[in-house]
């Protein structure tokens, strides 16, 4: 089944910075990718998502890259507010209907007013 | 937009007892439904596949017996967890995949289970 690593594990930036996290996916059939943001006792939150036609997307702040050849793909943060603070997970999956999808580890963002 | 409805969100049982979570999609029907769980500080990992009308199915090392799932109808599943025990203290999240005017998975709010 598919495999993702996510890193880094821990991130921590100051306000107005801005926070990258990458994650890797193993099986090359997976077609989409979306990133979700996760408070404390909350469900995940999709922030943004791309599918495999696409090799970049940005909603204001946030983009998401996407490396078919790699197996990669990245979640840029421009500008980050305190309010960015959270625990970001990227996750992969074959189409966008049957299968489940397949999370990241995680990462912690924290942003030092 | 789509919207699954989880319920409670926080339960505290006693060891030996049995808890239901519900997951109900608003609006739209959830022929299929995704049950994750959830550890402190680590990821959502699947524990199982409900679909409509049909049997459960179970990522490996998920005993079907102590969590049972139902889903009996295309807007409502149910995750009992059966004859608890601490260590299925957890967070419990359904998602119900993209379909029809449904963009991406929708995700319910989750249920904290400490079992004492």
């Known amino acids: 089944g598919e495999n993702v690593e996510q890193h880094p594990s821990t991130l921590s930036v100051q306000e107005g910075d801005s926070a990258v996290i990458k994650c890797t996916y193993s099986?090359?059939?997976?077609?989409?990718f979306p990133w979700y943001k996760q408070e404390l006792g909350k469900g995940p939150q999709l922030i943004i998502d791309?599918?495999?036609?696409?090799g970049e997307k940005k909603d204001q702040r946030i983009a998401v890259t996407l490396n078919k050849t790699a197996k990669h793909f990245s979640l840029h943060i421009t500008e980050t507010q305190p309010e960015d603070s959270a625990v970001y997970f990227c996750?992969?999956?074959?189409?966008?209907?049957?299968?489940?999808?397949?999370f990241g580890s995680g990462t912690r963002l924290q942003v030092q007013p | 937009g789509a919207v699954v409805s989880q319920h409670p969100s926080r339960v505290i049982c006693k060891s030996g007892t049995s808890v239901k979570i519900e997951c109900r999609s608003l609006?739209?029907?959830?022929?299929?439904m995704f049950w994750y769980r959830q550890f402190p500080k680590q990821s959502l990992m699947l524990m199982a596949t409900?679909?409509?009308?049909?049997?459960?199915?179970?990522e490996q090392g998920v005993e079907k017996d102590k969590f049972l799932i139902n889903h009996a109808s295309l807007t409502l599943s149910t995750l009992t967890v059966t004859s608890a025990h601490p260590e299925d203290s957890s967070f419990y999240i359904c998602?119900?995949?993209?379909?029809?005017?449904?963009?991406?998975?929708?995700f319910g709010s989750g249920t904290r289970l400490t079992v004492v």
């Open positions: 998602s119900a995949p993209p379909g029809g005017p449904v963009y991406g998975y929708t």
């Open positions: 099986d090359s059939a997976s077609n989409y």
């Open positions: 791309i599918r495999s036609n696409v």
């Open positions: 996750a992969a999956s074959m189409d966008t209907g049957r299968r489940a999808l397949t």
């Open positions: 609006d739209f029907q959830a022929t299929t």
């Open positions: 409900s679909n409509e009308g049909s049997k459960a199915t179970y």
